[in-house]
């Protein structure tokens, strides 16, 4: 069984560009999440969606956005980029979400410059 | 990552012996938690959950323990092998919320 896969590894862009990232989840699962990971903050909740709906999001600025597709694969978008946002954006699938096991893909590493 | 948490708490073990990894979760209400261990270059990877309706939960090598009048998690890994190296998150959900929280993570090196 495929893992969670998440395109592309590595990106890099600069300031006030905008990027979008893939996560394909685990075949039948159908809740994806997203988590922005750095040195400094560790592991912060983006959104989660299922079967196409938001049903939560983090403290993130509007700046940062998401849509998940009916086959569950999700997107995640970031505007106007600033030096900041570089980091390693995680995506996790899960069956349902929520109490229920989280399986995260290698991430895709982006640079901001 | 590679650069995941640059200055984590690291706990130092010899090979073989037990390690035992802590984390004080923050919300009273959450009533599941998992952890992880991201090697460099990574995302997380799962080990073993537990609810809050247990106190101790056994996988392979692996122990969980909640303590959930201290809100303490703890995990316990049997005879550390140098593949045990990595970065060791705890997550804590609650009910209906769909997100994780997660602890700032201990760094285990295991010592030959």
């Known amino acids: 069984k495929a893992g969670v896969t998440q395109t592309p590894r590595y990106l890099i862009k600069t300031r006030g560009q905008q990027v979008t990232l893939s996560c394909s989840p685990i075949?039948?699962?159908?809740?994806v999440s997203w988590y922005q990971q750095t040195p400094g903050q560790g592991l912060q909740f983006l959104f989660e969606?299922?079967?196409?709906?938001?049903?939560n999001k983090g403290n993130f600025p509007g700046r940062f956005s998401g849509r998940q597709f009916s086959n569950s694969r999700s997107e995640m978008n970031v505007s106007t980029l600033e030096l900041g946002d570089s980091a390693l954006y995680l995506c996790?699938?899960?069956?349902?979400?929520?109490?229920?096991?989280?399986?995260f893909g290698q991430g895709t590493r982006l640079t901001v410059v | 990552g590679e650069n995941v948490g640059l200055h984590l708490p690291t706990l130092s073990v010899q090979e073989g012996d037990n390690s035992i990894i802590n984390c004080a979760y923050s919300?009273?209400?959450?009533?599941?938690f998992i952890w992880y261990k991201q090697e460099s270059g990574k995302g997380p990877q799962f080990i073993i959950d537990?609810?809050?309706?247990?106190d101790k939960r056994q996988g392979q090598r692996v122990t969980v323990l909640l303590n959930k009048t201290v809100k303490h998690l703890s995990l316990q890994i049997a005879a550390t092998q140098p593949g045990d190296s990595a970065v060791y998150f705890c997550?804590?959900?609650?009910?209906?919320?769909?997100?994780?929280?997660f602890g700032t993570g201990t760094r285990l090196k295991v010592l030959a």
């Open positions: 919300n009273s209400a959450s009533d599941y």
């Open positions: 075949s039948g699962h159908r809740s």
């Open positions: 969606y299922f079967s196409e709906t938001q049903r």
């Open positions: 996790a699938s899960s069956l349902r979400g929520g109490e229920a096991e989280a399986f």
């Open positions: 997550a804590e959900t609650s009910s209906g919320t769909y997100k994780y929280i």
């Open positions: 537990i609810r809050s309706n247990m």
